[in-house]
């Protein structure tokens, strides 16, 4: 029997990717179907839903599960669930589907699922606003109700993808038919829960942490990965490759930066790394909730919790994404609670002084004898071809993304927040 946590939901993985001949028959069939041209945020859904990494979920939620998840961080049955998954469609092509009908839902000319769809229910303005004041907007002061939507739609990249959803969301059960890109572009990478699962097994861990990244790894994220490694059986650093916000690095300098950061300065046998396909929804403390949600189907225990956890600009308090575990509900039924609970780290910097990696529960010394590190940070130097403070980040790591740098003939100004600078020390 393993002793790893189970998926969460209490059904085990629910894997909706079709493969074979299953597969064959359901993209025939397609062909004759109506077709719904998805969004990037959606194609990484499906995907997950495929692989049994949002399980238990097998479809796109109706109107009862995503004021459920925006309200109370539950689906209608009960089960926990963070951030809503559903999938928007204009009203004209919403119209020509039955309830019952099945339909093929596309992203750029490749057929991605088909989906039965079981109930469509309408969206107005007042109804995004409302989910972007559940999901999105924080209880910092720079998140009070007079601020948050002075600068919400020019600076909130989540807030924005969602008022920009259609009229209607389209509900049901998929069956998935593509893994996108993701297994031939991320060989060895990009991991099925089941794959992840198979190689915690292999190696005889139980007791699992996860480190979620979405910027190159610095001092601080390796800090963060030998903590766990010290008191947890192993850790798995789970890259985001899906898509991110104009002025991130692309998912593959991530990886490199990586692979050549556990060559030289980990044990190999302690540290696995890997790939999901999602797109970032930089819902701060709510997808903090989703990423320990998910990583639970991968097997993972224990989900390291940073400052500013899938932040973005000021929106969020520094440990906001931590102190929200502490105020979800559970569930009745213990099958249907998160059972990956949160690692909180404090604030992590180098200090001088101390002549190493600290945090503030155990540096004695200044701000101004502390190197702030920060992913925003370093992409701000390195755009600008400003020199990296010492410390910063590894040698070989920085030669890497210098290059990126280099080669790019379009750069994207970076916005620092107080967080990213330090100011908020």
């Not at 990037?40 to 599960?65: E, Q």
């Not at 993701?182 to 198979?198: D, F, N, Q």
């Not at 403390?285 to 989900?303: D, I, K, S």
């Not at 992590?348 to 004695?364: E, I, N, V």
Request: glycine letters at 10%.
């Amino acid at each position: 029997m393993s002793k790893l946590v189970p998926p969460h939901g209490g059904k085990g993985l629910v894997c909706c990717l079709l493969e074979g001949a299953e597969r064959e028959a359901e993209l025939k069939k397609a062909a004759g179907l109506k077709q719904l041209e998805i969004t990037a945020r959606a194609k990484g859904d499906l995907i997950m839903m495929g692989i049994g990494g949002f399980s238990p979920l097998n479809g796109f939620m109706g109107k009862a599960d995503w004021k459920g998840v925006c309200e109370k961080f539950t689906m209608a049955d009960g089960t926990f669930w963070p951030v809503p998954v559903t999938l928007d469609a204009d009203k004209s092509f919403a119209d020509t589907v039955a309830v019952g009908e099945e339909i093929a839902l596309v992203r750029k000319g490749e057929v991605f699922a088909t989906m039965k769809v079981t109930e469509k229910f309408e969206m107005t303005e007042a109804d995004k606003k409302w989910e972007c004041e559940k999901v999105f907007k924080g209880e910092g002061a720079d998140s009070a109700d007079d601020k948050f939507w002075a600068v919400a739609l020019e600076d909130h990249p989540g807030v924005q993808m969602v008022m920009a959803q259609k009229e209607v969301n389209l509900a049901g059960p998929v069956k998935v038919l593509s893994e996108g890109e993701y297994p031939a572009e991320y060989k060895g990478v990009y991991l099925r829960p089941a794959e992840v699962r198979a190689m915690f097994e292999e190696r005889g861990w139980a007791n699992v942490a996860a480190l979620q990244l979405r910027n190159p790894m610095h001092r601080s994220h390796e800090f963060l990965a030998k903590i766990a490694i010290e008191v947890c059986d192993g850790v798995l650093i789970h890259s985001l490759i899906g898509n991110l916000k104009a002025g991130d690095i692309p998912a593959d300098v991530r990886v490199k930066a990586i692979d050549c950061l556990v060559e030289h300065y980990f044990v190999k046998a302690n540290v696995i790394q890997a790939g999901y396909p999602l797109d970032m929804r930089y819902a701060g403390p709510r997808e903090g909730l989703l990423h320990a949600t998910f990583r639970q189907n991968y097997g993972v225990n224990n989900m390291l919790i940073g400052r500013d956890h899938a932040g973005v600009g000021d929106f969020y308090g520094l440990f906001e994404a931590q102190t929200i575990f502490d105020k979800i509900p559970t569930p009745a039924d213990p099958g249907k609670a998160l059972l990956c609970k949160p690692m909180k780290i404090d604030w992590t910097f180098y200090c001088y002084k101390c002549d190493g990696m600290a945090s503030l529960r155990t540096c004695p010394h200044t701000k101004e004898d502390r190197v702030i590190l920060s992913g925003t940070k370093l992409r701000k130097a390195l755009s600008e071809n400003q020199p990296i403070v010492d410390h910063f980040g590894r040698d070989e790591v920085l030669d890497i993304l210098r290059a990126y740098y280099e080669g790019l003939t379009e750069k994207v100004a970076v916005k620092m927040q107080g967080a990213a600078s330090g100011a908020a020390m």
